[in-house]
């Protein structure tokens, strides 16, 4: 009986370690897509910066919020990037935003004048989960862009870097 229950319980924590360890994998690997998104696909820099720190790298764009400072969960970013921020200037990336209640539970008629402009992208859900991700492995809670941290993403060619402690 005890000898039974043993076996039961460690096959318990190994499945249990198994399941954590593929969790940790899956994140890891929507950050790095999140992370090519960012870098090669998106156009969230020119409002956020490369390092999303709010610092624009097109200052005639408005001013995207800090990024190293969301306290958002990967549900709640994943949101905000698939229908933008009501009443603000970030945009939405879901072309069929208010075209029906997938957002906010709102339509274009219902949400009016503070609808989001569309960011004139086609993303879909495993893109604004994976920017998601990525936000939160390379971006929330880091503290202010450090060099170190700037040329690992940017790599050592880029004079941005160089601005940084
Ligand atoms: C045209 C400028 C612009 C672009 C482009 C843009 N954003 Fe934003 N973003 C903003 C602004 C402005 C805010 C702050 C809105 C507010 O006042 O709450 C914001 C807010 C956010 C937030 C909410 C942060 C928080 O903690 O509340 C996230 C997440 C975000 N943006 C991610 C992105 C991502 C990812 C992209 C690219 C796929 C992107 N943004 C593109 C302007 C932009």
Redesign the pocket.
């Known amino acids: 009986m005890r000898i039974h229950f043993r076996h039961a319980a460690g096959a318990l924590i190994a499945t249990t370690a198994l399941t954590v360890a593929l969790a940790g994998a899956a994140a890891a690997q929507d950050a790095a897509f999140g992370k090519s998104i960012w870098l090669t696909q ?3 820099a ?3 910066g490369w390092m999303g720190d709010g610092v624009q790298e097109i200052p005639q ?5 800090n ?1 190293r400072q ?3 969960t990967l549900e709640q ?1 994943s949101e ?2 698939m229908c933008g ?1 009501p009443g ?4 939405h ?1 879901d072309p069929r935003a208010y075209t029906d209640a997938r957002c906010y539970g709102m339509t274009a008629a219902q949400i009016g004048n503070q609808a989001p402009p569309p ?1 004139g992208f086609s993303f879909i859900k495993r893109h604004f989960d994976a ?1 998601a991700a990525f ?1 939160l492995s390379d971006f929330a809670g880091k503290g202010p862009p450090t060099k170190a941290s700037c040329v690992a993403l940017l790599g050592n060619e880029n004079p941005r870097c160089e601005r940084m402690p």
């Open positions: 998106a156009n969230c020119e409002c956020h764009q408005p001013q995207g919020a990024l969301t306290t958002l970013l905000v990037i921020r603000t200037p970030m945009p990336y960011a920017l936000i």
